[in-house]
């Protein structure tokens, strides 16, 4: 199905099923624990072989030797693999490093072996007895120090600058400026399940169950890896304990696996140990952002520039973090900057929202730094400078934009007509208390997505497509796709996910998931609903298929009965037209915080969280208020805690596990409310729906600086905000 003009009326609309808060159809399984992870496949391989992984105990340069005997003696250990003794491999397009080093190192934590045995511990413990030597080579490890040799990047699908007007002699001419820097550090996925693998080969295929965000990326890329025919590779990933960007690509547990199983001739599972997980794979890297805004008296932007920086290895791609910028505010003379540096850390790729996260990270404390300069409330501030239509090309309106709406509304749920707009004004016992907002902002991509549908006699509708749920939801929300479709109730669909011998669907990427696979799904229906209708003799034009029957004029036929004679099954899939080039189309946010700061210690205590959010239709409000709930939790953990300190000398990230990389518990988070406006956006997809995953994270770092300004007076412009950055600064109050 081709979807190039805006959607018109359709069954999606009864909303019987679709927009209802439909519990999650996998929420038993998992809490049973009964759902397999990647690690966990025992009836389909019950006795495999163990995988541990070495990883590069440099940053840069090349082993001079590895003296594998005495693992190679311990007890258990069946093989080691190693760059040199596994044959020539190729090599993917998505990994910038390869997945095995060996000599070259490329980055700390790179894999040099596999140590392969009969048990996790025998090969953990042989793992210890690998002996390399190393030549190390001097690498640059320093966003700050290597900013000056930053480079403008190439081969990007857009021009990464961006000039509209005269952006200077505005600047220069503005009543009223500014003209500040701001830096994010590095930051770790840090999602729950780590990248694991189990790799059967059966003579030249290879099967992989694994944890991957994009099933239909992975065997292209496994397949150049190991030389051999994309056809010949299976992925299997139905169920995926987070990923956040760090599951998009294979990682070297997925070829590692392969290399074990086919060295060993049995079922290899490799999961990438904690402790090597940020080295070993990618990273959100870090970014120096330098914003300038300039602005009538009246508060209208007339200037607005933002420059970002950031590093990546040979090869490596940008943050992104100025791109938001092109779009969210209106001002007549404007100035984008992405710049390159060359970094010798481990990878640096995208993690959930990557551009907007970190950049409006920025963004958003100078909008609220400009506020306070015009003395214009920050609400008022950025509904004075909304647009409705891109602002580098006017001709081209976003499709649905209620900025100003999420903003009103959520200033009005929270309370923000009480904020006292002076700083360290209030105080609640021994914390200082304040408010912060911030908008939200990403957009709504969509990818062709396709699925299969089958019915069968029972009556029972099966969905296969290789979409993941990467614990978002996509079972549930692409089950209610197809029981509205359909006319059933949820216990007559049932979905499978996950598997690269269903037919291709969108994945788990960049907030286009769930509207993409929900309408390839809405596409396969449309297909079965012709089908079915032709079948049991009815104009398909005038049907209806509602409460497990289809029916036209006085005729009713049960559903079932259109498979009597065997299953119906039929596949399509959604391919977008040019409506997403004509159209903006973007997700918007209201984020409002409140914080609490010790006036002794500078511990800062979030009290209280609001997002207002407009997205389109919301498929399922519960599993979507979870989306963002647990985004929201994620920029307070941005805010505050996240940062992968880098080690300048020797090229590592330092806090590489779960003790020392900082995220929130439940203690840090205080209630969370989410709203939902009431939007449909028929030019995105028939399901008129859009994504919230990222949405939710977009900005909240920013909203919670702003708070801790207006709480103590104190401006921070370095995430993560830590204690040692406030202490020193706060007002004497005590
Ligand atoms: Mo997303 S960072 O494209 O998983």
Request: with cysteine; hydrophobic share 40%; charged share 25%.
């Amino acid at each position: 199905m081709k979807f190039d003009t805006p959607a018109t009326t359709n069954p999606i609309d009864q909303l019987k099923v679709v927009g209802q808060p439909v519990d999650r159809i996998d929420g038993r399984h998992k809490v049973t624990g009964t759902a397999p992870y990647a690690y966990e496949h025992h009836d389909v391989a019950p006795n495999p072989a163990y995988g541990y992984v070495v990883g590069a105990g440099i940053a840069k340069g090349r082993i001079r030797s590895m003296d594998l005997a005495a693992a190679n003696a311990a007890p258990g250990v069946l093989r080691i693999v190693t760059a040199e003794n596994t044959g020539k491999l190729g090599k993917g397009k998505m990994n910038i490093a390869k997945l095995l080093g060996g000599p070259e190192v490329d980055h700390y934590h790179q894999a040099v072996a596999l140590v392969v045995a009969e048990t996790f511990e025998q090969a953990r413990a042989a793992a210890g007895l690998v002996d390399i030597r190393y030549e190390d080579a001097s690498g640059a490890f320093d966003l700050a120090a290597s900013k000056d040799s930053a480079k403008k990047p190439e081969g990007g699908e857009t021009d990464p600058d961006a000039d509209v007007g005269d952006f200077d002699q505005a600047f220069a001419a503005a009543a009223v400026k500014l003209d500040e820097s701001y830096t994010t550090p590095d930051q770790s996925h840090s999602m729950i399940e780590p990248h694991a693998s189990m790799a059967v080969w059966d003579d030249d295929r290879l099967t992989i169950w694994t944890s991957n965000q994009m099933v239909n990326w992975a065997p292209g890329e496994l397949a150049a890896n190991l030389n051999m025919p994309a056809d010949k590779v299976r992925i299997i990933a139905p169920f995926i304990g987070g990923g956040f960007g760090g599951k998009l690509f294979v990682r070297s547990d997925a070829l590692l696996a392969a290399l074990g199983a086919r060295q060993t001739g049995r079922a290899v599972k490799v999961a990438l140990q904690r402790p090597l997980v940020a080295n070993n794979t990618t990273h959100r890297p870090a970014t120096v952002q330098r914003i300038r805004i300039g602005a009538d008296r009246d508060g209208t932007i007339t200037a607005i520039g933002h420059e970002t920086w950031s590093g990546n290895l040979p090869d490596g791609k940008p943050e992104n973090a100025a791109d938001q910028t092109r779009l969210l505010y209106a001002g007549a003379h404007r100035l984008i900057r992405t710049r390159l540096a060359t970094l010798d850390l481990p990878e640096g790729n995208a993690m959930r929202a990557p551009g907007e996260a970190p950049g409006l990270m920025a963004l958003e404390i100078a909008m609220d730094e400009m506020a306070e300069r015009l003395g214009i409330d920050p609400v008022e501030f950025r509904i004075r400078n909304d647009t409705q239509v891109d602002p580098e090309n006017p001709e081209r309106p976003f499709s649905q934009r209620q900025l100003t709406e999420c903003l009103r509304q959520g200033a009005e749920r929270f309370g923000w007509s009480a904020r006292n707009p002076r700083p360290g004004q209030v105080r609640d016992g021994r914390f200082m208390v304040g408010l912060g907002l911030s908008v939200g902002f990403r957009n709504a991509p969509t990818m062709t997505s396709g699925a299969r549908v089958r019915l069968d006699r029972e009556g029972l509708v099966t969905v296969e497509t290789d979409m993941t749920d990467i614990g978002t939801g996509s079972y549930t929300i692409i089950a209610q796709t197809a029981a509205e479709m359909m006319g059933l109730p949820m216990s007559m669909v049932a979905v499978n996910l996950g598997d690269s011998s269903f037919p291709v669907a969108a994945g788990s990427g960049g907030q286009w998931g769930a509207a993409s696979s929900t309408a390839g799904v809405y596409a396969a229906c449309v297909k079965l609903r012709e089908t079915v209708a032709q079948k049991l003799g009815f104009n398909s034009g005038e049907v209806e298929f509602r409460d497990g029957g289809v029916h036209a004029g006085n005729r009713s036929v049960p559903l079932a009965d259109a498979a009597r004679d065997g299953d119906i099954r039929v596949e399509d899939k959604i391919e977008f037209g040019d409506l997403s080039k004509r159209m903006q189309q973007s997700t918007f946010a209201g984020h409002f915080v409140e914080v609490g700061v010790d006036v002794a210690t500078a511990e800062v205590r979030v009290r209280r969280m609001l997002a207002v959010c407009a997205a389109g239709r919301i498929l399922n409000p519960k599993t979507a208020r979870s989306q963002v709930i647990g985004a929201m939790t994620m920029g307070v953990g941005g805010a505050l805690m996240e940062e992968l300190a880098v080690d300048k000398r020797y090229g590592f990230f330092v806090n590489h596990d779960l003790a020392s990389y900082e995220v929130p518990v439940h203690a840090d988070i205080p209630h969370q409310e989410v709203i939902f406006l009431d939007e449909t956006d028929p030019t995105v997809s028939p399901m008129k729906a859009k994504g919230v995953g990222e949405l939710g994270l977009c900005g909240v770092g920013a909203a919670v600086a702003n708070a801790i300004h207006n709480a103590t007076g104190v401006r921070l412009r370095d995430y993560p905000m830590t204690l040692d950055k406030l202490l020193e600064r706060l007002p004497e109050v005590a």
